[in-house]
């Protein structure tokens, strides 16, 4: 039997909360369920070390290009930074959830109001909404 090809899903997460995690944990289970992919939620809080998290990454995926979700980013800039980060690495990074095609396509007429909110393209490749 072929080994399955692997995904994460990264999510914002508040220590001692857990209604954020319903949603990139269904996400998960409808990817696992429906595709050649193994996928594990990642809570992530802004004290975790992200070097820490970038070498269990590397350990998950292996030689395999990452493949990373992100769900439920609560508007963290160390998250958005990751992302941009692991997209420079070769990494394939989504922006999922209800408000990601305004967060990666921006404001409206941003390009004429240059102090508007101007997205997040530059920091992931696909968005999902």
Known sequence: MKPKKKMAIIA???SGETY???GPQMA??????NTPYDC???AVAREDDKA?????LGDYFGVERPIIGFSTLSGREDLFSFAKE???????TILAG???DVDY???NNWREHPYRFQGLREKFNIVSA
Do not use: C, D, N, W
């Open 105 to 107: 396509l921006g404001e």
């Open 28 to 33: 998960a289970t409808i990817i696992q369920e």
């Open 98 to 100: 209800p408000q990601a």
């Open 40 to 42: 594990m939620v990642i």
């Open 86 to 92: 692991l997209k420079a690495e070769g990494g394939l």
């Open 20 to 22: 954020g995690l319903l």
């Open 52 to 56: 820490l998290l970038k070498r269990a």
């Open 12 to 14: 914002s997460y508040l």
